[in-house]
């Protein structure tokens, strides 16, 4: 899968100044900010009406980036993880109060993942750090599959679109719970 590094980098570029993008994933377009600037969160929530209560996704293709969260783990824990990274599975990971409560929301446990989409990687690589990503989508509408999706759903709110094609999965990223097990969200 191609994808152009101006696009990585205008991307990066729009994340560090605070901005709102949209970006390929592995199965649906997301919606992304720098996880640490308040107002950056609060306009991505805004856009698409979703509650801070339910908690982001962080995302990175560099596992490096989450050190802080999963130096706490225990090596059967870690082991389960990288049996799945990267890749298509978002992990709920204690958070020990390591993050922001607008990151975990009303939870005790934060939503990792490390990508293998060729996009996403390279961009958390040129911002070097995770990022929020979140379906494109206004809440209680289909997540976006096409670029042309999300265009039409925030039109020219967004501070940067592109960066090629999804990863062609058919459904969302897994969503699995690092302490219970218990597989929250199945995947494609």
Known sequence: MRYSPIAVKKAARAL???????????????????PNN??????????KDRPVAKGLILVSGEERHFAGLLDPLDE??????????????TWLVPHC???PSWISGAHQSVALRCTDHPFTAALTRAFDGAIVSTSANP???????????VLRY?????????????GG?????????LISGEVLRPGG
């Open 76 to 89: 059967r824990q870690l082991r389960q993880i990288h049996t799945t990274w990267p890749g298509p599975v």
């Open 154 to 166: 925030f039109g020219d709110t967004l501070d940067f679109v592109g960066g090629g094609a999804t």
């Open 38 to 47: 308040h107002r950056a969160v609060q306009r991505l929530l805004q856009l």
């Open 169 to 177: 999965r058919n459904a969302p990223s897994e969503i699995r719970d």
């Open 139 to 149: 809440s209680g509408c289909q997540p976006a599959r096409h670029k042309y999706q």
């Open 97 to 99: 109060g390591r993050v």
């Open 16 to 34: 560090a100044a605070g901005g709102v993008i949209a970006h390929p994933t592995e199965s649906v377009w997301g919606l992304a900010c720098d």
